[in-house]
């Protein structure tokens, strides 16, 4: 393999330091430094200074014009400790090679690469499924994109590429071959395998003939046996057409060898091609070669006019794109990037496809009215309507597993009690927003995000309790308004613009206080309620004001929903109650996703990730659980400061317990907590603990008194006694982490 790349060579004493590069070097050469060196190849990323780019910018002007300057050949050799070509200021800059543990890397550098790559990044789809034209495709490794081709491609055509050409029904094309930048024609040419086609615009109307051999590695001099060209050495292709090796000027070395025909037209290209790749005795094409002028490889690199290659380019894909999308399911149209198929849709004016039917994946559905509405928009259109749609339609698939549920709510208290729910707000981290649908539904998503309390509080609070009139009454402290609801109506009327109880009336919906969404029928929802066996009262109060950015909203509604759930006995789980939210917001079309509630209903700080689907049920992954294993595995030693001691229990080994400022226990945990105890017992009514030696914190409640020690417990009832303590029924028990920091501190 590295006899083809450009080769990083560091000595073995200081393998962080280029010493030199070598541009595909021989196997003999790299096996003469194989003892003292270590080889990385070219395969990676180019961090270039500025000082790098400006003097990268001056080699490539000579006498005031743009030249040819290789990256590799003439300024990768400058480079290391001891370069292989001199140049005074290049020489002078230092580079560092890096490693990248885990990564992995496509090559495309050479025609086998760019089609191997292609096909691993191609299998990187687990579920084959997703790749809707696989069974279009005759053969996977077969690629092409940009074109028209009229050739009926098989099986028998494996690892070919062709992009941006039209390859007529008058080729044939066998296996092993690239096709690119071929205008439209009317050849009859033969590719054989193992023969690439590539045709490169030059000036204003001409082209350069440029075909290669799919494993040629463009090096060495014309005149050598190794040095070979499509398949064959240089002499051998140059036999058989009747010309001779030293017809071709700079024959030192095949990339610099001026071997590619500039052609006037189309017809000439053809005909000279034919010449030089299937039809060595084709006369007309030997006579186009011998007079045109000729480039090299280099001189293409160079001079070739990428403003028409890019026109041609164009040209193909206003074609293509209609096709694609008429084409839907055996074309990959609704796996691309619908935002950039919009633009070009709307800046080549071209017509919407045909209206997909109702048999369509809800999904390509979806992304189909999102795409029409993206071109409208930029066409200046009216767009709405496509837009509402593609929202309709997310909302109905995102509703639908609410109505397959439906629920038979029962009440799950006795008449005097009442059901409290409380929830904190959340901080987004990292990956907000790609919860959202219909990103989400497309691409899964990933969030990284904390609960918090303010002021030491969940700031968000709901109580249900039961009522003896059968009629729903909503309250909302923090708004200071008040709801009675007593018809089916008055609960569907979640939607009105500017209710202060639309959550609560869209949890009742979801709960089943609604025809459609119960597994009951009822006449009225008095009726219901009276089955019920009661009316009820929910309160709101939400500490915290709307906009703030903390997911209130939906956290709240996570929380009317999991109140509702208790009161109603529905059993619905945190991940249940979640996700109901999600279809909640869809109820209410605020359109929302799943960060905000699972960030606020789950603890701690938190990884949150989906897999694509309407089914957004994330997977969580606290970061205890993985702070932990990385430090054992990693063997680091990790510093954490925190007040939330349930997560810091079952996370470190050693504890430092401060007290304004001085350390009051520096020790492991599990030597800490083997050692304190809580110890409780009884004193006369008017005895008053003020202060044990040994003893923290003492507290008395009426005649109880609880404390903490290290003492034993033998230890500690002879403490006791030798105080003079009055005490009786003396217990002892083991703690938890924060049992043993409250008792030890005095502090909550």
Not at 68 to 79: A, H, I
Not at 297 to 306: E, G, H, P, Q
Not at 506 to 525: D, M, N, R
Request: aromatic letters at 10%; hydrophobic letters at 40%; a negative charge.
């Amino acid at each position: 393999m590295a006899k083809n790349h450009g080769v990083f060579v560091s000595s073995r004493a200081t393998p962080d330091k280029l010493d030199f590069m070598l541009q595909k070097p021989s196997v003999e050469e790299l096996g003469k430094l194989m003892q003292t060196h270590l080889f990385l190849m070219d395969i990676g990323i180019w961090l270039l200074s500025d000082r790098a780019v400006s003097l990268l910018v001056k080699r490539s002007y000579k006498e005031g014009k743009l030249s040819y300057y290789d990256m590799y050949s003439d300024f990768g050799l400058t480079l290391g400790e001891h370069p292989r070509m001199m140049d005074d200021e290049l020489n002078k800059l230092s580079v560092a090679i890096l490693p990248l543990p885990g990564g992995e890397f496509y090559h495309y550098g050479t025609s086998r690469e760019l089609i191997s790559s292609t096909l691993a990044v191609q299998n990187l789809v687990n579920d084959q499924r997703e790749i809707m034209h696989k069974k279009v495709k005759p053969h996977p490794a077969m690629f092409v994109q940009n074109a028209e081709v009229g050739y009926q491609l098989t099986s028998q055509n494996s690892e070919i590429w062709i992009e941006n050409s039209y390859v007529g029904a008058g080729w044939n094309i066998h296996h092993q071959t690239i096709i690119t930048g071929v205008p439209a024609n009317n050849w009859n040419l033969e590719v054989p395998s193992g023969v690439c086609i590539d045709v490169v615009p030059f000036g204003e109307s001409g082209y350069v003939a440029r075909p290669y051999g799919f494993n040629d590695t463009f090096k060495g001099a014309l005149a050598k046996e190794e040095t070979y060209y499509q398949g064959m050495s240089v002499g051998e292709w140059c036999a058989v057409r009747g010309i001779s090796v030293e017809e071709i000027e700079n024959g030192h070395d095949l990339q610099a060898a001026r071997l590619f025909p500039v052609c006037s037209s189309v017809e000439e290209l053809g005909a000279v091609m034919r010449w030089m790749v299937s039809e060595p005795a084709l006369q007309q094409g030997k006579e186009i070669w011998q007079r045109c002028r000729k480039l090299s490889a280099d001189d293409i690199s160079a001079y070739s006019n990428l403003y028409r290659l890019a026109e041609q380019r164009e040209a193909f894909r206003i074609k293509n794109w209609p096709a694609l999308a008429h084409n839907y399911e055996r074309s990959v149209f609704y796996q691309l990037n619908l935002e950039n198929a919009a633009g070009e849709f709307a800046r080549y004016d071209l017509s919407l496809p045909e209206p997909l039917s109702e048999s369509a994946p809800l999904m390509t559905r979806i992304s189909d009215n999102m795409f029409r509405a993206r071109v409208q928009q930029l066409k200046g259109l009216a767009y709405r309507e496509y837009e509402n749609e593609a929202f309709r339609l997310m909302r109905d698939g995102l509703t639908a597993s609410a109505l397959a549920k439906r629920q038979q709510p029962h009440l799950s208290v006795y008449s005097d009690q009442i059901v409290w729910g409380r929830s904190p707000v959340r901080i987004d981290l990292a990956g907000g927003w790609t919860d959202t649908p219909p990103y989400c539904l497309n691409e899964g998503g990933s969030v990284v995000n904390i609960a918090i309390e303010l002021n030491g509080q969940p700031p968000l609070q709901v109580y249900v309790k039961p009522c003896r009139e059968y009629k729903i009454i909503l309250r909302s402290i923090d708004l200071g308004a008040m709801e009675v609801v007593t018809t089916y109506g008055e609960v569907r009327d979640f939607m009105q613009v500017g209710s202060p109880f639309s959550i609560p009336k869209a949890a009742l919906v979801l709960a089943g206080f609604q025809p459609g969404f119960s597994t009951e029928s009822y006449v009225s929802l008095e009726e219901q309620l009276k089955a019920f066996g009661s009316g009820m009262e929910i309160t709101l109060l939400s500490a915290i004001p709307a906009g703030s950015g903390l997911g209130t909203s939906s956290i709240l509604a996570s929380t009317v929903l999991g109140a509702i759930s208790d009161f109603c006995g529905l059993n619905w789980d945190k991940n249940e109650i979640c996700n109901r939210t999600l279809i909640l917001e869809q109820l209410l079309t605020t359109g929302g996703g799943w960060q905000d509630q699972y960030g606020g209903v789950l603890r701690g700080v938190k990884l949150l990730q989906t897999h694509a689907g309407m089914d957004q049920s994330p997977l969580v992954r606290w970061l205890p659980d993985y702070l932990r294993e990385y430090a054992r595995a990693e063997q680091k030693t990790v510093f954490l400061t925190s007040h939330i001691i349930q997560d810091m229990e079952r996370l470190i080994d050693d504890c430092i317990i401060m007290d304004y400022g001085h350390i009051m226990i520096q020790q492991p945990v599990k030597e800490l907590l083997g050692s304190v105890k809580r110890y409780e017992f009884t004193v006369p009514d008017r005895y008053e603990p003020n202060g044990y030696s040994g003893f923290y914190y003492p507290s008395k409640i009426r005649n109880h008194v609880e404390t903490f020690s290290f003492f034993s417990e033998k230890e500690a009832e002879e403490k006791l006694k030798s105080l003079g303590v009055p005490f009786s029924g003396l217990k002892a028990e083991s703690v938890n982490l924060e049992d043993a920091f409250i008792g030890l501190t005095g502090k909550y």
